[in-house]
């Protein structure tokens, strides 16, 4: 049983805190309350589904693409995509603060 802890920043909306066991990512405390926590921030919730968004966005081609990965772990700390060279205001991501990989826990 994998578990881990993921603060990811969405936009304007601020830290969202997501715990994964097992491979299913929720968010937890606050957020767990808000309609915003269920409306399209799966897609954030666990590293393999962060991965997966990010080779989805690359298929698209963007104008401009930021990545930055953790150096030991390797999931990523940071994602920026601006999809269009002339065009104000339309990039998203996000930023990956305060992992903790709690490894593998006998079950």
Partial sequence: MLLLATAARYGGIGAIIFHVENG????????TDRPQARQGLDKY????KQLAFIRAELVK??????IEYDYELGYP??????PKQNV?????G???????WYGNKAG
Avoid at 24 to 31: D, K, L, Q, R, V
Avoid at 45 to 48: C, D, I, R
Avoid at 77 to 82: C, E, N
């Fill in 24 to 31: 299913f990512g929720a968010p937890t405390g606050a957020w």
């Fill in 94 to 100: 996000f930023e990956v603060q305060g992992f903790t």
């Fill in 88 to 92: 104000a205001d339309e990039e998203y």
């Fill in 77 to 82: 700390t940071r994602v920026y995509i601006d």
């Fill in 45 to 48: 919730s666990s590293v393999e």
């Fill in 61 to 66: 081609r963007p104008y401009r693409v930021e």
